[in-house]
């Protein structure tokens, strides 16, 4: 195989269950001679995938320039690479700086997707994040910290909207998270807290706005959670009546049913 037909592959792990990782993904760690994952937040459960000769790193301790280094060796020996990241590689995988310098040395590459950590709590909270003439929308987004976020995209903007919202990687700053959500979302809105969700310590916890920070103080969660807000968590509990969908009603016509006459 000539190294321009040997692709880099870009595979995203899924939220932490094995079994929750695409067919794709556990194909191409089954065949790869290098395996690069992300040791601090992809668990080495996943790699219970790869081949028995597959060589295994963690690029916890590794920066951009040592990650591409490795790849570039062993490129350049002909040997498959799977860069792993975890849920889906394209959200906060930070995975287009890696691209642009495989891009520079003409090394080609390819991305599989995978479950990120938001559907996996949605699925095991029985949610479904857009539910007729409540919400249509599902805003994907984290707090500013270390990272900046635009100003467009402040937290404080984007719950103005009120729509269903996943809050990444804010746990460290649940205080002004709850803040916010208590502000614009209302005190006793309840919310979800999805703590390493489809790991065996998978633990979802639900609390009003106002006792979010407590919630995550009580339960020492100060990472690997996601923070889930919108009328769609309290209606996968029940605590909301809801309007049903068009596509299911018997008195709604559509390309593929006709209305039924009462």
Not at 9 to 32: Q, V, Y
Not at 142 to 164: F, H, M, Y
Request: a neutral charge.
């Amino acid at each position: 195989m000539s190294n321009t037909e040997n692709k880099v592959i870009f595979a995203g792990a899924g939220p932490g269950d094995p079994e929750l990782m695409t067919i794709k993904s556990m194909k191409a760690l089954e065949s790869a001679d290098l395996v690069i994952y992300a040791g601090s937040l992809v668990p080495e459960a996943v790699l219970c995938w790869k081949g028995n000769n597959t060589e295994t790193v963690s690029s916890a301790g590794m920066n951009l320039d040592q990650i591409i280094d490795k790849i570039q060796i062993y490129h350049a020996l002909g040997k498959k690479v799977v860069r792993l990241h975890t849920g889906d590689p394209s959200l906060y995988g930070a995975i287009f700086e890696q691209i642009r310098q495989l891009q520079k040395l003409g090394i080609p590459y390819e991305v599989l997707p995978g479950v990120t950590a938001a559907f996996a709590a949605s699925s095991r909270m029985g949610m479904e994040y857009t539910l007729p003439e409540v919400t249509q929308t599902l805003i994907l987004t984290r707090i500013s910290g270390r990272t900046p976020v635009p100003e467009s995209e402040d937290l404080e903007k984007l719950a103005a909207i009120k729509s269903s919202m996943a809050i990444y990687l804010s746990i460290a700053h649940v205080k002004r998270v709850q803040q916010i959500l208590e502000t614009h979302y209302g005190k006793e809105s309840l919310c979800a807290i999805a703590y390493k969700v489809s790991h065996p310590e998978e633990q979802i916890f639900y609390a009003k706005a106002r006792d979010l920070a407590k919630t995550c103080e009580d339960n020492n969660i100060t990472r690997h959670a996601l923070i889930i807000v919108g009328r769609a968590v309290a209606a996968s509990t029940g605590d909301q009546e809801l309007i049903q969908s068009k596509l299911y009603d018997a008195g709604f016509s559509h390309g593929y049913r006709s209305a039924s006459q009462k």
